[in-house]
């Protein structure tokens, strides 16, 4: 099984900073790699699949990047929606597993 | 637009057995893989189990291998996830997703979700 470290746990920033979240494979998972956003009381969103691919409808300000092992999530200027939990998966392998989440907090 | 609903979730006692469903609007449903995805109070995210469109090929986790089946209704373009033998580690919000493509040997990313139903195991 693929494991997912996500780091950090927790960041407290504010409105208009830029961010970058971090997301480890325990073996490479080549460009398999899926972020999604939760707000609380909310189901996850897509944000971006196979590592640096926008979903549909997702503002520019989020773009993803890696490969292999290693993988970043960056949100160019924070807005005041995007304060929210943001998981990583891959789907490199089955079974399919996610990251532990990042929750990013207003300061 | 995409549209899916999940019901079904209640409290149950350990051991007990609990049928969810998905009700699936705004696509083809039959060409799409499906899946069931949960996340335990407070917890993070856990893939649970996914289906090709066609219904004929399915994958499971060991937590949930032998215990869970997932099956799908194209005709009524409906999704279930039956559990049997339930454990208080089932106790989780259970939500449906859709998926890109139709076949699994393109693993899926969890393109659209629905709200969730939360199931309880408890005595």
């Known amino acids: 099984e693929i494991v997912l470290t996500q780091s950090p746990a927790t960041l407290s920033l504010s409105p208009g900073d830029r961010v970058t979240l971090s997301c480890r494979a325990s073996q490479s998972v080549s460009s398999y790699l899926v972020w999604y956003q939760q707000k609380p009381g909310q189901a996850p969103r897509l944000l971006i699949y196979d590592a640096s691919n926008r979903a549909t409808g997702i503002p520019v300000r989020f773009s993803g990047s890696g490969s292999g092992t290693d993988f970043t999530l960056t949100i160019s200027s924070l807005e005041p929606e995007d304060f929210a939990v943001y998981y990583c998966q891959q789907r490199r392998n089955w079974p399919l597993t996610f990251g532990q989440g990042t929750k990013l907090e207003i300061k | 637009e995409v549209q899916l609903v999940e019901s079904g979730g209640s409290l149950v006692q350990p051991g007990g057995s609990l049928r969810l469903s998905c009700a699936a609007s705004?696509?083809?449903?039959?060409?799409?893989?499906m899946n069931w995805v949960r996340q335990a109070p407070g917890k993070g995210l856990e893939w649970v189990s996914s289906?090709?469109?066609?219904?004929?090929?399915?994958y499971y986790p060991d937590s949930v291998k032998g215990r869970f089946t997932i099956s799908r209704d194209n005709s009524k373009t409906t999704l279930f996830l039956q559990m049997n033998s339930l454990r208080p580690e089932d106790t989780a919000v259970y939500y449906c997703?859709?998926?890109?493509?139709?076949?699994?040997?393109?693993?899926?990313?969890?393109?659209?979700w629905g709200p969730g139903t939360l199931v309880t195991v408890s005595s």
């Open positions: 705004g696509f083809t449903f039959n060409n799409f893989v």
């Open positions: 289906i090709s469109g066609g219904g004929d090929t399915m």
């Open positions: 997703t859709k998926g890109p493509r139709r076949r699994l040997d393109w693993l899926p990313t969890h393109e659209y």
